[in-house]
């Protein structure tokens, strides 16, 4: 294993929701998006059990391996290092991001959802490469745009990383598909 997390191209991030997938299968959607150029898909389905969360990603790890894109699990540590996922993304009340750092190791990929400009620091000073950076206010970026435009830069641009190697070019918050 690497002490380096992998490269992820941020410019399509694929965020799962199996309710909206029109009765595909979840494995057939995110091999598309793969073949279509999606950088890395984030694994979140915060209904399903550890076990259920953990069956599903090994499918699509199955259906993503012939692609090379990675997978990240939302908030599972332990699903994420069962799986031996390439890193999780941790809401912002779940692990103290030092400590998830700490378990998940230097090889694997972790990102944090912040609110606020300190919470952003914080978690890029204790070992998160990428940050979903959300508004506070609870709007859509484009509605709450004079905070964005104010916050951004501290953020390390949203979804693009805080540490060098990681696509920046395209900040914004991920939505499901």
């Given at each position: 294993m690497s002490s380096e997390p992998a490269r992820i191209?941020?410019?399509?991030?694929?965020?799962?929701?199996?309710?909206?997938t029109a009765g595909r299968a979840l494995e057939e959607i995110v091999a598309a998006a793969a073949q279509g150029g999606a950088g890395a898909i984030q694994l979140r389905e915060k209904d399903l059990s550890a076990r259920d969360l953990y069956a599903l990603g090994a499918r699509l790890q199955a259906a993503?391996?012939?692609y090379g894109v990675p997978l990240l699990i939302n908030d599972r540590l332990d699903v994420a290092?069962?799986?031996?996922?390439?890193?999780?993304?941790l809401a912002g009340h779940s692990l103290p991001t030092a400590m998830a750092r700490r378990v998940l190791g230097a090889g694997k990929l972790l990102g944090v959802s912040t609110h606020s400009v300190e919470e952003a620091c914080c978690a890029a000073k204790d070992g998160a490469e990428t940050l979903n950076h959300s508004c506070p206010c609870g709007?859509?970026?484009?509605?709450?745009?004079?905070?964005?435009r104010s916050h951004q830069s501290?953020?390390?641009?949203?979804?693009?990383?805080?540490r060098g190697g990681h696509d920046s070019r395209r900040p914004g918050r991920a939505r499901p598909v």
């Open positions: 191209n941020f410019r399509l991030y694929v965020v799962t929701d199996r309710h909206q993503l391996s012939s290092l069962a799986l031996d996922a390439a890193g999780v993304h709007k859509r970026p484009s509605h709450c745009d004079w905070w964005h501290a953020a390390g641009r949203a979804r693009g990383g805080v």
